[in-house]
């Protein structure tokens, strides 16, 4: 599939370059190929569009035990019992998909379902999703996963507490899946030099438009 994108780049007479870049200024970035071989390019303006990866919660166990959505693909077994941490919609699709599959699964949402998009919309999802069998638990967060026995799948046991209380519950499992948003993979592009601002949280363009004004161009994060 790479290499069919590579043909129709040619096509439209766009160069394409194998190189992991970072800037010098905002017109000069440096790239460096898989041989450590270093070349210096220039243009009027840059497009970043690096896209982003998983952000993991600061829980015991989350690293060494769960996987997310980018992993749930490439597992080579069924997932079996699975908890799905988060309520975005790539926490949503997963749980879905696996209990369409007949996989027993449980979604443990911090507070609501889909931030950001309309909630008479989201709550229904969430209502439709529960006739077609995946729990909910609202108002819970992971504090603990552990692995209590090896294997394809494992069996794993999830510690979780009220987000608003003290109350705490652990379930068993097989897979927990990590779905609590992204962060753009800009740590290493050395933005500071060209006067980009971005969200420590998530590594984002800090600008309301995700953009940041260079002689009245814009460059976006996409």
């Not at 069998?133 to 609202?138: A, H, L, P, S, Y």
Request: aromatic share 10%.
């Amino acid at each position: 599939q790479n290499f069919k994108f590579r043909v129709t780049l040619r096509e439209q007479k766009v160069d394409y370059i194998n190189s992991l870049v970072s800037f010098v200024d905002k017109n000069t970035v440096v790239g460096v190929d898989k041989k450590g071989n270093k070349k210096t390019y220039t243009a009027k303006d840059f497009l970043i569009a690096v896209g982003g990866r998983p952000v993991y919660p600061d829980f015991p166990g989350a690293k060494e035990y769960s996987v997310t959505s980018d992993d749930i693909f490439s597992l080579p077994y069924n997932p079996g019992k699975t908890v799905v941490i988060g309520a975005s919609y790539i926490a949503l699709e997963c749980g879905g998909f696996l209990t369409g599959l007949g996989n027993d699964v449980t979604v443990a949402v911090r507070s609501i379902f889909l931030r950001g998009f309309d909630q008479d919309c989201a709550n229904r999802v969430a209502a439709a999703m529960e006739t077609e069998g995946t729990k909910f638990m609202k108002g819970w967060i992971p504090v603990k996963l552990e692995q209590i026995q090896e294997g394809t799948p494992p069996t794993l046991k999830i510690t979780l507490k009220e987000t608003n209380g003290s109350k705490t519950e652990s379930l068993q499992c097989n897979t927990v899946i990590i779905a609590t948003g992204r962060e753009a993979c800009t740590d290493g592009l050395n933005l500071d030099s060209t006067g980009v601002k971005t969200n420590p949280k998530k590594q984002e363009n800090n600008c309301g438009r995700k953009g940041t004004e260079f002689n009245t161009k814009y460059l976006r994060h996409w």
